[in-house]
């Protein structure tokens, strides 16, 4: 089993970058793929990003349009996003969870485990 903590959002100007942290507790975070979703208000939650174990594959959805890159890092049980030229749209809850499977998935039902979110909020 494994705990998630978000943390890293705020407010921030559209162009903008921030970077997204998520602590994983546990000696088992290299044993999951790690993902990255989002939710804005009315909308329902939207994967964005999804990196390997050891950190060697990810995927990323195509609409972001390669303005967010993940990454993580075993040794300090931490997966990370960040996130450049920020838009509006972006604005939303963001979300790491954590997946037993040995594929990289988008899917939002596949994923074992989740944090409570960070708010991103992007201004014009």
């Known amino acids: 089993q494994v705990q998630l903590v978000e943390s890293g959002g705020g407010l921030v100007q559209a162009g903008g970058s921030l970077r997204l942290s998520c602590a994983a507790s546990g000696r088992t975070f290299s044993t999951y793929n790690m993902g990255w979703f989002r939710q804005a208000p009315g909308k329902e939650r939207e994967f964005l990003a999804a990196?390997?174990?050891?950190?060697?594959?990810?995927t990323y959805s195509e609409s972001l349009q390669g303005r967010f890159t993940i990454s993580r890092d075993n040794a300090k049980n931490m997966v990370y996003l960040q996130m450049n030229s920020l838009k509006p749209e972006d604005t939303a809850v963001y979300y790491c969870a954590a997946d037993r499977s040995f594929v990289l998935r988008r899917v939002e039902g596949d994923y074992d485990y989740w944090g409570q979110g960070t708010q991103v909020t992007v201004s014009s």
């Open positions: 990196i390997s174990r050891d950190g060697g594959r990810a």
